[in-house]
T-cell receptor, first 113, second 116 residues
Framework: AQSVTQLGSHVSVSEGALVLLRCNYS??????LFWYVQYPNQGLQLLLK??????LVKGINGFEAEFKKSETSFHLTKPSAHMSDAAEYFC???????????FGEGTQLTVNP | EAGVTQFPSHSVIEKGQTVTLRCDPI?????LYWYRRVMGKEIKFLLH????????ESGMPNNRFLAERTGGTYSTLKVQPAELEDSGVYFC??????????????FGSGTRLTVV
C-alpha cells in the first residue's frame, strides 16, 4: 500500500520568500512521485514528476523538488514566491505502469504582499 | 493537443435524483481514471479503465455509482440515486499505457457536484 503525508494544510509566506511544501511518502516499491497545483476554479495541473531518473526535478513556474529515498521525502521548493503562486498543492505517489495515484491532503499556499 | 474535458463543470441536484458526469480523455490515452474530492479532504481514487475494461474499481464507494467507457473513448460516471455525501469535485484523468514507464497523468478541470 502507498500513502502520502503533506505536513501543513496551510502555509503562508511573504512575496519573495522561499516556498517549502513538505511531502513524505510510504511505498513498498520504488515510487513515482508527482506534485500538482490547483488554482482557484481550475483543474489539477502537473508541476513536476519524479520517475526514477534525476533525484532533483525541475518543474514549471520555477518550482523544483528533490527525491530523498533515505528520508522518504519529496519536498517542493521555490526560491522566491510570487503572488500568482497562491493555490493548493498536492503531492501524489504511484507505482509504475499507469497505476492509480494516491494523493496527500493538499497544502493551501498563501502569498502575502 | 486537446486536454481532458469534463462536463458539466457544475451540477446541483436534489437528493434521490440521478446525475451523469462525462469525461473525454486525450485522444490515444488508453488509461482513464476517476477521482473524487469530498469536503476539502484528500483526492481519492474511484476507478481505472484501460480502454473499455475496468482495470481497478476498488475505490467505488457503493453500487449507486456506475462507470462506463464506451468503445474505449469517453467515459461516464452515473450516480443513482444521489445522496448528500456524494457532493464533491469529481476529477477525470488520462494517461498513455505503459508497463515499465510512467508517462504521467493529465487531469480535467473537474465537475463540482452539489446534492441538496
Amino acid at each position: 500500500a502507498q500513502s502520502v503525508t503533506q505536513l501543513g494544510s496551510h502555509v503562508s509566506v511573504s512575496e519573495g520568500a522561499l516556498v517549502l511544501l513538505r511531502c513524505n511518502y510510504s511505498s513498498s516499491v520504488p515510487p513515482y512521485l508527482f506534485w500538482y497545483v490547483q488554482y482557484p476554479n481550475q483543474g489539477l495541473q502537473l508541476l513536476l514528476k519524479y520517475t526514477s531518473a534525476a533525484t532533483l526535478v525541475k518543474g514549471i513556474n520555477g518550482f523544483e523538488a528533490e527525491f530523498k529515498k533515505s528520508e522518504t521525502s519529496f519536498h517542493l521548493t521555490k526560491p522566491s514566491a510570487h503572488m500568482s503562486d497562491a493555490a493548493e498543492y498536492f503531492c501524489a505517489v504511484t507505482r509504475t505502469g499507469g497505476s492509480r495515484l494516491t494523493f496527500g491532503e493538499g497544502t493551501q499556499l498563501t502569498v502575502n504582499p | 493537443e486537446a486536454g481532458v474535458t469534463q462536463f458539466p463543470s457544475h451540477s446541483v441536484i436534489e437528493k434521490g435524483q440521478t446525475v451523469t458526469l462525462r469525461c473525454d480523455p486525450i485522444s490515444g490515452h488508453d488509461n482513464l481514471y476517476w477521482y473524487r474530492r469530498v469536503m476539502g479532504k484528500e483526492i481519492k481514487f474511484l476507478l481505472h479503465f484501460v480502454k473499455e475494461s475496468k482495470q481497478d474499481e476498488s475505490g467505488m464507494p457503493n453500487n449507486r455509482f456506475l462507470a462506463e467507457r464506451t468503445g474505449g473513448t469517453y467515459s461516464t460516471l452515473k450516480v443513482q440515486p444521489a445522496e448528500l455525501e456524494d457532493s464533491g469535485v469529481y476529477f477525470c484523468a488520462s494517461s498513455l499505457q505503459g508497463v515499465r514507464k510512467n508517462y504521467g497523468y493529465t487531469f480535467g478541470s473537474g465537475t463540482r457536484l452539489t446534492v441538496v
